[in-house]
């Protein structure tokens, strides 16, 4: 399976805002869902939001919803983050992913860093 383009992210004052985006390949028949993971220096990764493709519904984290919306671009197979309100918890290598199938493994980008600091 292809391989997933990750742009966005970098540095930000606490209370700014940030987009990531990312890319799955154009050749695939289908997509299941894409999003977003992070992991903060000495944490586990954790789940940060996802959308279905199929009804394009969004779901999130408990500590980013409210301050982060994902949506899609479908027929590009491209999915977005806006991160706005960030706090400096927020700081973490972010990691997109996207499932061709349900019952597929998932298959996940670089990563991409966002740091939030004064």
């Known amino acids: 399976q292809g391989q997933l383009v990750e742009s966005g992210g970098g540095l930000v004052q606490p209370g700014g805002s940030l987009r990531l985006s990312c890319a799955a390949p154009l050749y695939l028949n289908s997509i299941y869902d894409m999003g977003w993971y992070r992991q903060a220096p000495g944490k586990q990764r954790e789940f940060v939001a996802r959308i279905l493709y199929g009804d394009s519904s969004p779901y999130y984290a408990d500590s980013v919803r409210g301050r982060f919306t994902i949506s899609a671009d479908i027929g590009k197979h491209t999915t977005y983050l806006q991160m706005g309100s960030l706090k400096p918890e927020d700081t973490a290598v972010y990691y997109c992913?996207?499932?061709?199938?349900?019952?597929?493994?998932?298959?996940w980008g670089q990563g991409t860093q966002v740091t939030v600091s004064s």
């Open positions: 992913y996207y499932a061709a199938a349900v019952t597929s493994s998932a298959i």
